[in-house]
């Protein structure tokens, strides 16, 4: 068949569309780039939040229509959102021909031999890691690797331990080899995945040690991890992080609130105490540390002080960037049933405040950069212009600058001129 594949979430779920696309092309598929040539498509679907959900629920509405011109489209839907709710979507939506949860991706070459039954496999499986499959990477230049499946720690608002259930660490020898075939093929900035990634651990190897084999292997340039949660950051990884060549300046650390009552009520395991000492720690050994964050408006039970605490504690740190949301609770978990819920109105009010301020924070950062050297790792050209370029600064930035498609995965320094919230631009 030709697949289609639309990826939602996070990066996880674009390592698992590169994982699924693998299996497909290995079983005789071919995967194609347009939609309208496609006979099957895949939904690779997200729950964290109800709005993600209700993103890809209208996707699949909207496409389930071309099933009138092509009698023979096949959906298929995986992912966190077909492990939550897969069984219901399938008994409700004819047009929907396969549901997949996220340890059954090795079956979909058997489920597409019997496309015509419906069919749903929905089991989490504790020791799933798909061994042995080399995922087909969506770009060239980078590559992201699974390093480990799962989450244990139940923050109270979180679905994603019951969608992805626990945690689990692949072997760290074939990450190593993973990594250097990724290098060999040209992509030489590698991106290592995981819920939590400071708790990897596999025969003695925890995570500093992988960072430091890792940091050996010549066929790579670059370095980087997703994600680090504050209460497993090692004094030891941040040695590693500050003697290791290859592990770029920057950390995505996050914190979620800035006032102890919330954090406690999320069950995060930290306090903005102990929040404070590891960036005081981190920017110490990494001068110039790029730190970026996730943060949370609206928990139950967070007043206006207590979100007033946060937005100060925004400020004082001074994050490179934040991804902020407001809180949607999911049903299931512990924070979907706390008194004193905060109204869908508050919460984005909240939200809209947030990023304001934090808007602001990221473009005076932004702008504090111009004037230096930075090192561009060049991925595509840029959106605007053909003879553009951009790439990542090693601490993370989106930079532009002139050039070719001859530069693609190289290392270019180049001045930066002048900088947006969200672009140095170095031409
Ligand atoms: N494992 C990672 C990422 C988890 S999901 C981590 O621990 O950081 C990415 C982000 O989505 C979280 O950091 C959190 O800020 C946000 N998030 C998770 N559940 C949410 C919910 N129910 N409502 C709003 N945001 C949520
Ligand atoms: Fe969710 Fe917390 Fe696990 Fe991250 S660490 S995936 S926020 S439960
Ligand atoms: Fe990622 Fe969304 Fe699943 S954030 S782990 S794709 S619920």
């Known amino acids: 068949m030709k697949f289609f594949i639309e990826t939602y979430g996070c990066q996880m779920n674009i390592a698992d569309s590169e994982l699924i696309a693998s299996i497909l092309i290995e079983a005789g598929h071919q995967e194609v780039e347009q939609i309208e040539k496609a006979d099957l498509l895949i939904f690779n679907t997200c729950s964290v939040r109800a709005h993600a959900e209700n993103r890809v629920l209208g996707r699949i509405q909207s496409e389930k229509s071309r099933k009138k011109t092509n009698p023979s489209l096949k959906i298929g839907v995986v992912g966190c959102m077909a492990q939550r709710i897969g069984k219901e979507l399938i008994e409700e939506n004819t047009d929907i021909d396969f549901v997949l949860g996220v340890d059954q991706y090795q079956n979909l070459p058997e489920i597409i031999q019997e496309i015509d039954n419906k069919q749903y496999l929905l089991d989490l499986d504790s020791h799933q890691i798909y061994k042995g499959i080399q995922p087909s990477y969506h770009s060239d230049y980078c590559a992201y690797i699974t390093i480990m499946r799962g989450c244990n720690n139940f923050c109270s608002y979180c679905i994603v331990p019951y969608v992805r259930g626990r945690e689990r660490s692949r072997p760290w020898q074939d990450i190593v080899q993973e990594t250097i075939f990724a290098g060999k093929q040209g992509r030489k900035d590698v991106t290592l995945l995981g819920q939590n990634v400071n708790s990897y651990l596999h025969s003695d190897v925890n995570f500093p040690s992988l960072l430091r ?97 946060t937005l100060k504690v925004l400020e004082e740190i001074g994050f490179d960037d934040a991804f902020c949301y407001k809180f949607s609770p999911r049903s299931g978990t512990v924070a979907a049933n706390l008194p004193h819920q905060i109204s869908e109105q508050e919460r984005l009010e909240r939200l809209q405040r947030m990023i304001d301020l934090q808007r602001n924070i990221t473009l005076k950062k932004n702008r504090n950069q111009i004037g230096q050297t930075v090192e561009i790792y060049v991925e595509s050209f840029s959106k605007k212009s053909t003879d553009k370029v951009c790439g990542k600064t090693r601490d993370f930035k989106m930079a532009v600058l002139s050039g070719t498609q001859k530069d693609f995965g190289t290392l270019q320094k180049v001045e930066v001129k002048d900088a947006t919230a969200s672009t140095l631009i170095c031409f």
């Open 213 to 309: 084999k890792l940091n050996e292997v010549d066929e790579i340039y670059r370095l980087r991890f997703i994600t680090s949660h504050p209460k497993d950051l090692s004094d030891e990884l941040i040695e590693v992080m500050a003697i290791s060549a290859k592990v770029c300046e920057h950390i995505h650390l996050p914190i979620q609130s800035g006032n102890n009552k919330i954090l406690q009520a999320m069950n995060r395991k930290y306090t903005v105490e102990h929040y404070l000492e590891l960036i005081n720690k981190l920017r110490n050994y990494i001068p110039n540390i790029a730190i970026t964050t996730d943060i949370m408006t609206g928990f139950p039970g967070e007043t206006e002080s207590d979100f007033r605490q």
